[in-house]
């Protein structure tokens, strides 16, 4: 793997989830921005090994995430609570970015790669407990 980005950002519109921002890059260097609802608001930068990038790289490539749709929203009412997470991911020549809500139909393993993915990167550690 030359070259992978890795970007994951989730905006809550309620007083529960978190609302941050996440990019891992090739060289491990992982920058997590929280906002609101998560134990520490602001920016941190850790570091993960490029082996631990390349284990996220292949769960993406486990759930097929290239070949998955582009959105997966739920139609927004007035008053809307949802959280949308959009991910976003480079691998050499390949992006793909895909944005979801809770109610939007996106397959379970989104929400499960979002949870595997804080956790390797030890960005949970910022996160309210859930």
């Keep these: 793997m030359d070259n992978a ?35 520490n608001v602001g920016k941190h930068t850790l570091k993960i090994s490029q082996d631990l990038v390349e284990e996220i790289v292949d769960r993406f490539n486990m759930i097929y995430f290239f070949s998955l749709k582009d959105k997966y929203l739920a139609p927004a009412g007035p008053g809307s609570q949802e959280t949308k997470t959009v991910i976003s ?14 109610n939007g139909r996106a397959p379970h393993s989104l929400d499960s790669l979002v949870s595997q993915v804080e956790k390797i990167t030890k960005i949970d550690q910022f996160l309210q407990s859930q």
């Design 5 to 39: 980005e890795i970007a994951i950002e989730k905006e809550s519109h309620s007083n529960i989830d978190p609302s941050y921002s996440l990019r891992i890059s090739t060289d491990g260097t992982v920058e997590f921005k929280g906002t609101a609802n998560v134990k």
């Design 89 to 102: 991911v480079r691998v050499n020549d390949k992006f793909k970015r895909i944005e979801y809500s809770k």
